[in-house]
């Protein structure tokens, strides 16, 4: 559902009407105008379409996630409507379990830099919990080295022991490549909650074409800060 944020505007000392942005998820378009019916556009959050293929497996890998057994329409992407730039996507990976049931993972879930900060994650994550209940999953399941961050939405960590099997070898799968780290985490996708700051920041997120990049320290040159001595042979 959309939610409209009136912005300051000096139109409506003049009469007009001011612009109202609004921040959605659910990919339908904004239907809030002003003067010859210009639409104000924002975020939003839609399924994956088979042309957005070539984009994801070129930030799946860039990003070192998880792309096994890719398939596009199990995605989802976060837009900007205004300049159809995609800002971030995530994944529902169904499984078959050995009793013939299905689990439902939330996988290879991912920011590009410029929009990160700005709540994309979120709701990225946001519409992968909301898909995973409207397929009939009463619980969702993440493995990953970010319990914290996942926590915030409602997520808690379960024990490996409590995975069906294919879960299991997931988690094993995962930490013996792309994220060593990995836990495993679990959702009620019924009890999904957002921070207020997170759907606040996406209303007005914005592509960053200059992304602060850390600090540069001694050890990026291979000076050992220690003692001042080049720590790689340069010949």
Request: aromatic fraction near 8%; proline fraction near 5%.
């Given at each position: ?172 799968e995962k930490q013996g490549t792309v994220d060593p780290g990995a836990v ?23 592509v960053d074409d200059d992304p602060e990049e850390p600090p540069e320290n ?17 010949g």
């Open positions: 559902m959309s939610v409209p944020r009136e912005e300051p505007d000096d139109r409506a000392a003049f009469g007009q009407k001011p612009v109202v942005s609004v921040g959605h998820i659910d990919g339908e378009r904004p239907t809030n105008t002003f003067d010859r019916q210009r639409v104000v556009y924002c975020m939003y959050v839609r399924d994956a379409k088979n042309r957005d293929e070539v984009w994801l497996l070129k930030h799946i890998e860039a990003m070192e996630l998880d792309e096994t057994a890719f398939r596009s329409r199990d995605y989802v992407i976060a837009m900007d409507e205004q300049t159809g730039d995609r800002a971030g996507f995530g994944r529902i990976r169904v499984h078959k379990t050995g009793d013939n049931e299905e689990v439902c993972e939330l996988t290879s879930i991912g920011v590009l830099k410029s929009w990160r900060g700005q709540g994309v994650g979120a709701h990225v994550v946001e519409r992968l919990v909301t898909t995973a209940r409207d397929k009939g999953f009463s619980l969702g399941y993440a493995l990953t080295s970010e319990p914290d961050y996942l926590a915030q939405f409602g997520f808690g960590r379960v024990s490996p022991a409590k995975l069906s099997t294919v879960l299991q070898d997931r988690l094993r495993p985490q679990r959702i009620d996708t019924t009890r999904f909650r957002m921070p207020s700051r997170l759907r606040e920041a996406f209303k007005s997120a914005r001694p050890e990026d040159f291979g000076i050992d800060p220690n003692d001042a001595t080049y720590k790689y042979d340069t």
